[in-house]
């Protein structure tokens, strides 16, 4: 059975239609990355995933007990320290304040922060410890199913392989489903079992790939080549890097 | 452990706050030389000199009555104060979250503004007499826009996408606020507070000297009928005194503890 199964899909934005019939699955934990030029409406997928947007028309089952989400900004509280922003999700769902020190430093040493840093404000902390305080924050209430919404996309290369890195680790050890907005393709074919491309017009799943073998065991040449067999040979991947920025809502 | 840790960070803040009075003692200190030399080129009939206006004032506070005019007008202040803070932020949060709130009551500020608080006394002393009430209603109506105004920036520019990120995590509409957006908007509302804490004082004075309702203001009227320069300045300084004390008693230790996080983002040297 599927975590989450989205229906016929459709939204609009002021009347002009950015998501018309999509319909997808993630199975339990499986990660589908979800990949499409830019401006074809892949974050808003998310977000109404995710219940953030209440789509136009189209229906979701979530049969997961609990999501959590990364998105493209760190999104922390300026006024929280680390410990303060990745217990968040504790607070909200009423953790007794006993028990969370312990969970917090446990979601943040696997999302690779250290216990010193968890006292300093996010002003005081880098770009990538930033973000990696956000996946702590994720990570922190054990959910079953998480939505990454194009999360690494404002960090650099090495950074950027050390986080999936991360996630693929972290999604070996907690079991959880995710859906993973990118528009970066090796970082789709490293870190998903599936990878869906969306329509550029956001016209439906145009199709989908299953890149050979499981995530972290490929390695790094095969991922290489595998890219440049879809950007080259394969008609999916024909219009992944049109970019209209104009049609950005 | 946590808890000592917590009340030596709070000590060492306390400390650098305190060290850092020097320099506002400086910028009196140049206040005081300025006065001084006023006072020598004008003479005493014109500008009393400043210790002798500290040795009036101290002179009105051993005398038993200050003390007693002080605590009335701060008392009107502060009542006035906390009326316009409640009003001004109820209405400025709900105007903040429903547009077509905020464009019907934007006229209504520009009205309200536009009218001098001197009108208001006048009106205020027909409708109540020389009371309380004339000073409370007078201060609410000219400082309650200033923190409705505050409270109305604090809602509109919070960033939305942590709120987005609360209701992720499952935080409804009520925790979002209280936990999310309530400290953005405080953010914006307190220098709004600050003036308007100033202001409440400066128009208690105006509307008891107008309204001859007693207070500091009654005291500065009985000062001017007697061409009293010395005893005038020395209410003037202990009004001032009185605001300065009530801003840091009352208002900038909740400050420092909700903008903690602020003084963590400044770089080294540069705390103020």
Redesign the interface.
Known sequence: MSLLELNRIGHAFFGRTVLEGITLGVARQEIVALVGPSGSGKSTLA?IA???VEPREGRIARHYLR???V?Q?P?L????TAAGNIG??L???RAPRRMRRRVIADAALRAGLLPEDLG?????LSGGMRQRAAIA?ALV?DPDFI?FDEPFTALDVALKRRMQDLVIEAAASARFAALFITHDLLEAIRISHRILVLDAGGRGIAGERLPPGSPGTRDEAAIFALRQHYLTADPLFAHIHDIDERLRP | MSLLSACLDRLARLGRFLWSAWAGLAGLALIGALWQAGHEAYGDFILTAPLDTLAAAARLMHEGRAQELLALTTARALAGFGLCALIGTLFGVAAGYSPATLRLSRPILTLLLGVPPIAWIVLAMIWFGPSDLTVAVTILISATPVVFVGAVEGVVTRDR??D????????GPL?RFL??SA?QISAQLFPALILALGSAFKVAIMAELLANAGGIGGALARARAMLDIAEALAWVSLAVAALIAVEYILIRPVRAE????RE??APWGVKR
């Open positions: 977000h995710a219940g953030l999501h959590a989400m998105f900004e999104r509280m300026p006024w929280a968040f999700p607070r909200l769902s300093k404000y996010p002003s005081e924050r209430t939505y | 996408g942590l987005d990120m609360a209701q992720v995590f499952g935080a925790r936990f999310v400290r909700l903008e903690r996080w963590a983002a």
